[in-house]
């Protein structure tokens, strides 16, 4: 595998320049085609799907990652319609970010750029083949896939299709290829291709990204796990704050931005608690709690437990959640800074002045004020389809769309100026 990886790798790089230098017009009907073999091509890749699906279960795979695995119609029809989306963005490549002239006549302009090659190593997400073929595209990038096995035979069928519309675009192949290999020597090989390859992006689960972390010899954003927070604050609407915990919980338990953890003022515990556990039963969601919690909710309830140390951190991806309780806004943020993992965290509150600290000093990607962590999506950021949602500070944060897939050049104009 490792002279055919290499290969792979040595074909995008060739490719970059191509494919970096397509008009917008030839990208976006590229994309149009892809949306539309997506459809054409439903049954196989459901079919392919299903594999994986029987596969999942036969393995007891988590229903959170189960969900995440699973296509049907609709789902493929958000695919297609998020690749729409993006030819219809503007394409970034080429703006010209600054032009400043210099005392000596230099003309020095900034330009967006294509990053060249990026590799995109993935867990159980199918999805995830569509999303980073079309946002790689679109800015320029090739992309190489390294989907992990539990989606081997969606992936396959998801890369057959995109790469059959970029042959009748012309496109060179090596714009879109994946490594159908699934064992960790050839991911190993794969992180370590720093010629080729100009950038790693992770996403799954927490061993995945830190994996790719700490073993890649690529430059690698960190793409999070999701310990993400709603902070209800004493001054809160209940009835905002119970829809918007219900909905950041149980719409989709299986996704980064799902909320995991839930800090309440002490002055509205003893109130605010036990709707919030008659809320959350219809979905038989377990709270586990200080002792505080655990006073205001009852221990005697069979869906309410004592926290350990270990849950102030955990991103479920289940039917669970923790809850601490503070005495004011201060503390709600140290708890949250301290266990977060700077993914999207969230404020019920009515006052101003409480909800601005709290933009201020939760250092997170996304920091919301009434209003449900899902909405941590480059779809819903107005993106189109992301390719991650970034948790690091550099060079990108938060959901990563068009723009965080390029670089910049300096171009410089003179007029024979030497340097004295």
Request: charged share 25%; aromatic share 6%.
């Amino acid at each position: 595998m490792g002279i055919h990886l290499e290969e792979m790798c040595r074909q995008a790089h060739e490719a970059r320049i191509k494919v970096g230098m397509l008009d917008t017009e030839i990208k976006n009907r590229t994309l149009c085609k892809a949306a539309d073999a997506l459809l054409a091509h439903e049954q196989d890749i459901l079919a392919a799907n299903a594999k994986d699906v029987e596969n999942g279960k036969a393995n007891h795979m988590p229903q959170g990652l189960l969900d995440r695995l699973t296509l049907n119609h609709e789902r493929l029809l958000g695919m297609a319609d998020g690749l729409r989306q993006i030819a219809g963005l503007n394409d970034p490549i080429g703006e010209v970010l600054s032009m400043k002239k210099r005392p000596n006549g230099l003309i020095i302009g900034k330009r967006r750029v294509p990053i060249g090659v990026i590799g995109i190593i993935f867990e159980a997400r199918p999805n995830v083949t569509s999303d980073a073929f079309g946002l790689c595209f679109k800015s320029g990038n090739c992309a190489i896939l390294k989907g992990g096995s539990d989606a081997i035979h969606s992936n396959i069928a998801i890369v057959s299709v995109m790469q059959e519309a970029l042959r009748e675009m012309d496109i060179p192949t090596g714009a879109l290829s994946l490594i159908e290999s699934t064992d960790r020597e050839t991911t190993n090989a794969f992180m370590k291709m720093k010629q080729y390859v100009d950038l790693l992006i992770p996403r799954g689960g927490k061993g995945l990204i830190q994996s790719v972390v700490n073993n890649a010899t690529i430059p690698v954003i960190e793409t999070g796990t999701g310990n993400c927070h709603v902070y209800v604050d004493e001054s809160a609407d209940f009835d905002m704050a119970l829809a918007i915990i219900k909905n950041a919980k149980t719409q989709r338990i299986g996704v980064c931005n799902a909320c995991e953890s839930i800090v309440v003022h002490r002055k509205i515990a003893k109130e605010f608690l036990p709707k919030l556990y008659e809320v959350l039963k219809e979905n038989e969601v377990e709270l586990r709690g200080d002792s505080y919690a655990l006073e205001c909710l009852g221990a005697d309830k069979p869906l309410v437990k004592e926290a350990v140390e270990e849950d102030w951190g955990t991103e479920y991806l289940d039917y669970i959640m923790s809850v601490k309780i503070v005495d004011n806004v201060d503390e709600a943020i140290a708890h949250i800074n301290k266990y977060n993992t700077s993914h999207s965290d969230a404020i019920v509150t009515k006052d101003y002045d409480v909800a601005q600290k709290f933009l201020d000093e939760v250092d997170s990607a996304c920091v919301y004020v009434n209003a449900s962590t899902r909405f941590s999506d480059g779809n819903e950021f107005g993106f189109g389809a992301e390719i991650g949602i970034s948790t690091q500070k550099l060079h990108a944060r938060g959901p990563m769309g068009l723009e965080a897939l390029t670089s910049y050049k300096y171009i410089i104009y003179g007029s024979g100026q030497v340097r004295p």
